[in-house]
């Protein structure tokens, strides 16, 4: 079962009030870390100089979910979406058969499965976010099955390398694409698939957890707050290093 989650902080009103949601940011960021690192995470990212985390959860159970989100140390002082998700499979097969069509091959959907990849700090990230709007009651049922059919087509592009993860929301139609690479990259991939001129997109910089992490503590420092000594990240390392002897 995967779930797209997004946590936003709450707003603060003063330096003092700043200071001490950075702090449990850096603790959020570090318990963010450690579910990527045990895998219960797809991905992790910040957006907006930190303040909303975004993060793609793969468990077998609401129940685990719960817990895991008020496990957060910033899930006292936050809101939370959450999102269920169906792959990029599902979301194919469900289409194909409200068209009576078969439209990729077995292989080509056999392919849609994205592997889980490793994020790298020093890469660029965005977030792609795709949504086709409920159509006008006056268009008709053809002009309506074409933009389905399109969105089946445009599923091909998932092979290009820059993709690192692509899921459908359950009962929307709105595609969720974290991309790697230029802003230009992103918005030409995406603007090259049959149902973009259907779509309306939104493009923002994604921040992986260690960059979100750094600039955390360079903002404590700028307010004259105490800052960690460590980094998870180095902790991280260190275990994953120790896992590969």
Known sequence: ?????????????????????????LNSIAYQQSLLDSELLAYAFRIYEGRVAIELFEVDSLE????????????????????????????VKEASDYLGESILTEAELAELTFPRKSIEPGSMYWLAYKEVKPFSPLLSQEMQNDVHRRTVVSQRSHHAALEFADDNPVGKSVGILVACGELHEVQAHVRNCEV??????????????????ESTVGRLQELQREVPTTSPFDISKV???TARR
Request: proline share 8%; no cysteine.
């Open 1 to 25: 079962m995967r779930f797209f989650v997004r946590m936003t902080e709450r707003s603060t009103s003063d330096p003092q009030e700043l200071s001490a949601m950075l702090q449990h940011r």
């Open 64 to 91: 685990t979910l719960d817990r895991l989100i008020k496990a957060d140390p910033q899930f006292p002082y936050s809101m939370n979406d959450v999102t269920p998700l169906v792959s990029t499979q599902a979301m």
């Open 196 to 213: 973009y001129p259907d779509t309306e997109v939104e493009f923002t910089e994604l921040m992986p957890l260690k960059r979100a992490w």
């Open 239 to 241: 275990q994953k290093s």
